[in-house]
């Protein structure tokens, strides 16, 4: 029987999460995107206000998963709590061209951390825009996700090709099942 599992793209505004959840989706993406009333502050047009959603089957998993991108912008966390209910695991983008990504990606750690603690759900993440320019380094980002103690791959992608977006979620199911295994041997042993 296929199953769907929810996956949630999170970030800030301009990360790419629109564009990655659209460059991988098998329907048409939903979008809840508005004419920015702050067009200076966030650097585009339209932002998305409640969430945009795509759905994806993975044949290699026999699933299909439901999509879901979050607003970037603090406003609307709320909707980020509400969307976060039987989430498997999450996408973090971090735009890397921007002078303060590692404070961004720091805010956005901090704010989904009861998430990922909750039920161990997976994390991956995703540098975007570094085909501009990369301010910082994988290893930048590293010592961030070790001051909050998690353990997510971090990968450099481009959110408009199909390939590098798969491959993120590759590295998420990776930890996933990662995760999985480790609990399951936490509950042989406890049983023991």
């Given at each position: 029987m296929l199953?769907?599992?929810k996956?949630?793209?999170?970030g800030d505004?301009g990360?790419g999460?629109t564009?990655?959840?659209?460059?991988?989706?098998?329907?048409p993406t939903v979008y809840?995107?508005?004419?920015?009333s702050?067009?200076e502050?966030?650097?585009?047009?339209?932002?998305?206000v409640?969430?945009?959603?795509?759905?994806?089957?993975?044949?290699?998993?026999?699933?299909?998963?439901?999509?879901?991108?979050l607003p970037g912008?603090?406003?609307?966390s709320?909707i980020?709590d509400m969307?976060?209910?039987?989430?498997i695991?999450?996408?973090?983008l971090?735009?890397?061209?921007?002078?303060?990504a590692?404070?961004?990606t720091?805010?956005?750690l901090?704010?989904?951390l009861p998430?990922l603690?909750k039920e161990?759900?997976?994390?991956v993440?995703?540098?975007?825009?570094?085909?501009?320019?990369a301010?910082?380094k994988?290893?930048?980002y590293?010592?961030?996700?070790?001051?909050?103690?998690?353990?997510?791959?971090i990968?450099?992608?481009d959110?408009r090709?199909?390939n590098d977006?798969?491959?993120?979620?590759e590295?998420?199911?990776?930890?996933?099942e990662?995760t999985?295994?480790q609990?399951?041997?936490?509950?042989k042993?406890s049983?023991t």
């Open positions: 199953k769907k599992f996956v949630l793209f999170a505004v990360t999460k564009t990655a959840i659209n460059s991988i989706s098998d329907i809840t995107d508005v004419r920015a702050d067009i502050d966030i650097g585009k047009t339209h932002t998305t409640a969430f945009d959603y795509g759905e994806i089957h993975l044949a290699y998993l026999n699933n299909r998963l439901r999509l879901y991108g912008q603090v406003r609307f709320f980020w969307l976060s209910d039987g989430v695991g999450i996408v973090l971090a735009n890397n061209h921007r002078d303060n590692l404070h961004e720091e805010q956005f901090q704010a989904f998430i603690q161990q759900v997976a994390m993440l995703g540098l975007t825009h570094g085909d501009v320019s301010h910082y994988s290893k930048d590293w010592k961030i996700l070790q001051k909050f103690h998690i353990n997510a791959p990968l450099s992608i959110a090709e199909k977006v798969l491959l993120l979620l590295a998420l199911f990776s930890q996933i990662a999985h295994r609990t399951l041997h936490e509950s042993h049983c």
